[in-house]
Every structure is written in C-alpha cells, then in structure tokens.
C-alpha cells in the first residue's frame, strides 16, 4: 500500500522532515540495510586483515593499493549518471501513473448519453460500463503481479463479475495471439452503435461523445502496456549499476586507514568505522535503490501503485454512477444566496483572519508614480502639417546615404498620398459641408476655402514626365498597306469613392 505523509508536512516549521526519518515502512533504511551490512562486514573484514594478518612487507604492498584505489575511484562518473538515470525514471513513473484507466469521465459520459428508466436502459448502461471495467482489468492484470494473483485466470475473472460465461467464449474463440485487452473496448463501440439504433442514444453528437471518450480510455489501456513491454533501455541500468557497485568497491580497499607511523599523506588519524564513507554509500546506493523500486511501480512494494484498490474502487462508482444515481436528482431550490448582491460563504473562527486581508489586484496595483510622471506629453513633430509629419518619418526610413534618384522617387510617393489624401477628403468632407444642401435644393458652390475640397486652391502638381519609349518606325513597304485606325482614349477618371481600392499602387508601378 502506498505510505502518504501529506497529513505530516501540511505546514512546513523547524524540522518539518525530520519527523519523517523515524518512519520504517517505505523507508530507505528498509531498503537498503542489507546492502549497508554486506558493505561495513568487508570493510571490516579488509581492515582485520590489514591489521592482524598481513606482514610488514605485505603491508607495503597493501598501503600502496589502498593510495592507488583511492587516487583514481573519483574518475568514474557516479553523480552524473546516477543523477540522469533517476530522473528519468522518476518521470517515467509519474506518466505511468497518468496512464492509469479511471472510468470517472467516461461513467459521466454513460449516464448523460444513454437514456432509460426502464430495465433495458439499465442494462445498457451497466453492461458498457463492465466492459469498460473488464478492460482495465484484462490489462493490469497483463502488467500488475498484484491483479494477476488475484485473477490468476480467466476463470477468476468471470467468476468475479466481470465477464458472463457468453462473452468469455466470444473471448477465447477469438483468434489471436496478442494481448486481447482491446475486445471489451469493440464490445463497447457495437453495443453503444445498437443503443444508438433503438433511440436510447438520442442523436449522433452524443454517440461521437460517448466513443471519443472510450478510445481515451482505451488510449491509457494501451499506454499501459506499452509502459510495460519497452522498459528503460538495458543498457542504461547496466551502466549505471556496476558505475555504482565498481565505485564503492573501488572505495572498500581505497578507503582504509592506513598506519599513520608510515607517514603517508592524508593519513594522520587511524579509525575503524568510515563514517563519511557509509554516508556517501548510503547516499549513492540509496538513490539506486529508489530509482529499481519506482522503474516498475506494478509491483508489491511498500510505495507501487494499489492497482487491487484501484480496481474496486472503479468498479464501484462506475455501478452506483449508471445505475442508482441515473435521473436521481433532489427537488431544485433557490440557493442560499439567491437575493444576496454579493455572495460569500462564512468563515470559521479558525479562518476568520482571512476576511482582514485584502484580495489580489495584481502586482502593479502597488506601483505609486510621482506626480509630474503621470502628465501626458505631446509627441515632436506632430504640430505640422500631415504631409511633413509623413515625409519625415519616411525620411528617417530611409537608409543614409541615398541619393536624389531614392528622394525624387519619396517625392512622387508623398504626392501620390497627397492626391489620396484629397480623394479621400473631398468624398467625406463635402456631404457635412455647412455650404451644401440649400433650402431650395439647390446646390450652392461651396466656399469654405479648404484647399484639400476646392481644386481651384490646390497648387497644381506637375506632372511626371512620360516614360521614353522607342521612336516610332516607318511604316513598312508593302503592296497594299492598310490604314491605321483611331482609338479614341477614354477621359481621365475622377476621384475614386472611399470605399473602392486605392490605385495609388498602379500609380507607382507607372512611376517605377
């Protein structure tokens, strides 16, 4: 069963986690005092045998393995393999754990989607849920030693409910040599096609919701098994393993206390008992240790998942959701707060401080300016007129160093948008005009003087000078040449309507 200590680290306070080392189920002690006494018994043993057995020139030969080992144990790369290794097996684990099939949003789905007070509805309802309950059984059953003692056969599976004798020799007859988990999942989509067919699904949308969320649910079935056949790739756990195991035993004949009357360095004191090296073993083992508990959490450790618990609980509420709780609903009333402008539930004495603190705003309400910084200020250069405003910020576009052929060509765009300009004004302008719409109606001439309406007060723009094209040629010599003919050219458009596009882009292809 998992060991939970939320409860103990609620607040966190002076040696919150120290209350915590004291616990002996799902401990590290627990898993790891084994290992700890096989590594203190050889060192110990290595120690006797330095001290008692062994000759002085032996001891020579001993001393000098000792400095070699422990020269060159720091090479191998502990900390950072193991440290990549379990966290990629903590968060494997973690996404097993997502993988887990709950019914909760699918049993939601049932009871919503397919209708019936009746006996039949019932049926329906109840039998799509064992099949969906059926299915996560069949699969944790292939991947969880907990769920495969329990149901140990298919027989047990029927005998516990799950399966009626009908559907296991549909089952059985079926011919395939792969993990069958997916049947209850096609049984499913056939009957919730039949409920369909006799009006207990109402219409297709419910029918599309209620299979979108069993291929989810299929999805985390299939998850599941494939969490369990591709397992972290053997060659890392090897690696990581014997980086652990050659290390620690590198530090068995590396880490003795060597005679200090020999005068070796960093060899000045004589103890027993390595403290800080059962502390690093404690620390590197131990954290191997966590990484082969949690890369199979299927399994019965103190900390795997409770798949058994898991299944009960599922099949359960699935039954009491489509089942006693279909159309149950309590008599509607008005809330508590139905006439209240501002609705807020009470506070205990425990919790009644909460009502003295102010509620967030967001992190800039606190931000005091002072008060000349909060003046709105007139950009420079907006006091002119629009088509300086225009033509200097193009000018500042442009790159420096242009020349007078990148001026002449802003010059003729600047009056292209002048002559859009006054389109664009004399179409909008002229309908508000105080001059316009005369009682009589009669349109009198307008004399509000505006450059931008009267064409008589507008600068007269010169005009681009025609492209050069090639001369024209002699007509050729011939028999009989024909005539030519005239094409009359159509009269020059005036302004173009707001609301039609501007050709001030044909203009500038003329213009280029």
Known sequence: MTVTYTARVANARFGGFSQLLLLWRGSIYKLLWRELLCFLGFYMALSATYRFVLTEEQKRHFEKLVIYCDQYASLIPVSFVLGFYVTLVVHRWWNQYLCMPLPDALMCVVVGTVHGRDERGRLYRRTLMRYAGLSAVLILRSVSTAVFKRFP???????????????????????SSY???????????????????????????????????????????????????????????????????????????????????????????????????????????????????????????????ETNFLIDRNFQVSMLAVDEMYDDLAVLEKDLYWDAAEARAPYTAATAFLLQQPSFQGSTFDITLPKEDMQFQRMEGLDGPLGDAQGDFLQRLLPAGTGMAGAGLLGRRLSLLRRKNSCVSEASIAASCACAGAPDGTAPECSCGDPLLDPGLREPEPEPPPPAGPEPSAPLPGPAAEPFTTVSMPAPRGPAPPWLPSPIGEEEENLA
């Open 153 to 175: 056969t298919i027989d047990h599976v029927v005998e516990a409910g799950f399966m009626t004798r009908e559907e296991r020799k549909k089952f059985e007859n079926l011919n």
């Open 179 to 305: 993990n069958k988990y997916w049947v209850p999942c096609v049984w499913f989509s056939n009957l919730a096609a039949q409920a369909r067919r006799e009006g207990r699904i109402r219409d297709n949308s419910a029918l599309k919701l209620l299979l979108e969320e069993l291929n989810v649910f299929r999805g985390k079935c299939g998850m599941l098994f494939h969490y369990d056949w591709i397992s972290v790739p053997l060659v890392y756990t090897q690696v990581v393993t014997i980086a652990v195991y050659s290390y620690f035993l590198a530090c068995l004949i590396g880490r003795q206390f060597l005679d200090p009357a020999q005068g070796y360095k960093d060899h000045n004191l004589d103890l027993c008992v390595p403290i800080f090296t059962l502390l690093q073993f404690f620390f590197y083992a131990g954290w191997l240790k966590v990484a082969e508990q949690l890369i199979n959490p299927f399994g019965e450790d103190d900390d795997d998942f």
